[in-house]
């Protein structure tokens, strides 16, 4: 008989242990989402092959819970390396995207070319493509058919920009920008923005090995349409 009086308030101690251990659980959770910790980030967007300065650097707090045993913690670790990728605004910073100049990643010339959308061929900054020097003149014949030249290969796009020299994959959104301001302003910015002409590839930035750089400069031409880029295969 007393087994089955203790038995209902054994299960409700189970319960309340439970529900106890639970909210343990949950609420260290959110403490730990809630603990933050000065690291470095980039000042602004860094391209590949850049060696970072201290003025492009500056400490934030993040997120304990988004960084890993790869993100870096002092501004030591980073000041006089090189940026093997593109390194973004606020961002941390992982320690394996970083280089010593010693070992000659940032050997190269930044060179901007004169391209069009069907030249570009399709690549996105950090694509290596193969630099080609297209014919002159159009061919009279099969015999006398004129063959791109290859100017240069394993050649890095740092920078895809649009005619105004604006970065297409930094341009914002200003439908975005235009929320909470207003229904009748978002209505006008968002008709703007969608009759605005789409921007297309008109320069694109590469990193050229030395060797390179005197074929290559040609296409900085004004109008130049002389060179073309082929992505290489991944």
Not at 49 to 57: G, H, Q, T, V
Not at 61 to 88: F, H, N, Q
Not at 132 to 161: G, H, S
Request: aromatic letters at 4%; hydrophobic letters at 40%; proline letters at 6%.
């Amino acid at each position: 008989m007393l087994k089955r009086k203790l038995l209902p308030l054994a299960i409700v101690l189970t319960g309340i242990v439970l529900a106890l251990w639970a909210w343990q659980g949950i609420n260290k959770k959110v403490v730990d989402l809630q603990r933050t910790v000065k690291v470095p980030v980039a000042a602004r967007n860094i391209d590949t092959y850049s060696k970072i300065a201290k003025e492009d650097l500056q400490e934030t707090d993040v997120p304990r819970t988004t960084l890993d045993s790869y993100t870096a913690i002092k501004t030591e670790e980073i000041i006089g390396k090189i940026a093997l990728a593109p390194l973004y605004q606020g961002k941390p910073i992982d320690r394996r995207s970083l280089t010593l100049p010693e070992s000659g990643a940032g050997n190269f010339y930044v060179v901007g070319i004169n391209v069009d959308p069907a030249r570009t061929a399709g690549v996105s900054p950090g694509d290596m493509v193969d630099v080609y020097k297209l014919p002159q003149q159009a061919a009279t014949n099969k015999k006398d058919a004129l063959v791109p030249v290859l100017l240069a290969d394993n050649v890095r796009v740092l920078k895809i920009c649009d005619d105004k020299g604006v970065a297409i994959n930094e341009i914002k959104d200003e439908k975005t920008e235009s929320q909470g301001i207003g229904t009748a302003q978002q209505v006008v910015t968002k008709a703007a923005t969608s009759a605005a002409p789409r921007r297309s590839a008109a320069i694109v930035y590469l990193a050229v090995r030395p060797e390179h750089v005197q074929a290559v400069i040609e296409g900085s031409q004004p109008k130049s349409t002389l060179l073309a880029l082929a992505k290489r295969p991944e």
